[in-house]
């Protein structure tokens, strides 16, 4: 499985973006996807994650209300729509796979890694 990262940029402070991660693969539609953050000098970080169908969600406190994680399995894509976005938002955001069908928010439990594409807010 090959995941592949884009949508970053520089935004100012309370500006909006939309990442977008395709992957290659069969059976993406029956799979976990999540979005993970790291930022300079820190660990990498829970952002959102989503079940195979869509139907449940989670999100990471510091993002919640201003982010929206989604899924087109027809597609194999899945986006993060970020709004109202802060200067502590600055970061490489990175998606993930898990080949289970079971929502997580631990990074070790996921499978394949895409490339990672930057954030920047500026203030």
């Known amino acids: 499985v090959q995941l592949q990262a884009s949508g970053g940029g520089l935004v100012q402070a309370g500006g909006s973006l939309r990442l977008s991660c395709a992957a290659s693969?069969?059976?993406?539609?029956?799979?976990?996807m999540g979005w993970f953050r790291q930022a300079p000098g820190k660990e990498r970080e829970f952002v959102a994650v989503?079940?195979?169908?869509?139907?449940?969600?989670s999100y990471a406190d510091s993002v919640k209300g201003r982010f929206t994680i989604s899924r087109v399995n027809a597609k194999n894509t899945v986006y993060l729509q970020m709004n109202g976005l802060k200067p502590e938002d600055t970061a490489v955001y990175y998606c993930?796979?898990?080949?289970?069908?079971?929502?997580?928010?631990?990074?070790?439990?996921?499978?394949?890694w895409g490339q990672g594409t930057q954030v920047t807010v500026s203030s």
């Open positions: 993930a796979e898990r080949n289970l069908a079971i929502v997580t928010i631990k990074p070790h439990a996921f499978d394949s």
């Open positions: 693969g069969r059976t993406f539609s029956n799979h976990v």
């Open positions: 989503i079940s195979s169908t869509g139907s449940i969600t």
